[in-house]
């Protein structure tokens, strides 16, 4: 198949991605399966630095989890923020579908909107608090450089980033390595999901 069809192909994916990364956490669903929410999730114990991945309800993210072909069907990730008076999780998504474009916060509790019961987990790096921190405060830092989504799937650029490229950009720069895998699409290499929910690097803290 043609490179250039494949890329195409996968630069509109991208902005569907975005839409479900937004539509995980505020559209309605038909599905009467249990909803997740902070009343009904223990969140004691969590610390910045921890990684959150979910998977959302509808279609557009059962497309994306087709799509990607992992083990565990994941579709978001960020990285949890806790403040003295609240838990967030910076992010990324693209404006078309969200108040801002690309790297930004939302409240964990809004990340659960609209998520897949046995498919929201909260993950930590096997590594020391100081390093986690680090890793922390870089994705945070990410948040307040206007930093676009990455429409184009070019992870060679961090001054456009998708949420698997938040993750690749804020290891790279704390840890010095980063633990993500890709899949190819055309010429380009795509961060994908599973390889944070490898125990012999991360420990999963929460999982709903």
């Not at 991945?53 to 279609?59: D, N, Q, S, V, W």
């Not at 633990?179 to 055309?186: F, S, V, Y």
Request: a neutral charge; hydrophobic letters at 35%.
């Amino acid at each position: 198949m043609d490179n250039t069809f494949i890329l195409n192909g996968y630069k509109l994916f991208l902005i569907i991605l975005s839409f479900s990364l937004n539509s995980c956490s505020h559209a309605p669903t038909q599905e009467k399966e249990e909803r997740l929410s902070m009343a009904s999730c223990n969140f004691d114990g969590i610390k910045s630095g921890d990684i959150v991945l979910k998977r959302g309800k509808g279609p557009v993210s059962k497309m994306i989890t087709d799509y990607f072909k992992e083990k565990v069907p994941i579709s978001h990730c960020g990285v949890i923020i806790c403040a003295p008076d609240s838990i967030f999780v910076v992010h990324s998504v693209a404006s078309s579908y969200a108040r801002k474009d690309g790297v930004q916060t939302i409240l964990l509790k809004d990340m659960l909107n609209d998520c897949r019961p046995n498919y929201f987990y909260i993950v930590r790096k096997k590594t020391s608090n100081e390093e986690r921190e680090n890793f922390a405060s870089k994705a945070l830092s990410f948040s307040t450089q206007n930093i676009a989504f990455d429409n184009e799937a070019d992870n060679k650029d961090k001054t456009k980033m998708s949420c698997t490229e938040l993750i690749y950009w804020s290891q790279m720069e704390s840890y010095g390595e980063s633990d993500l895998t890709t899949i190819k699409a055309g010429d380009r290499e795509i961060y994908v999901f599973n390889a944070l929910l490898d125990t012999a690097k991360y420990e999963i803290i929460k999982h709903y």
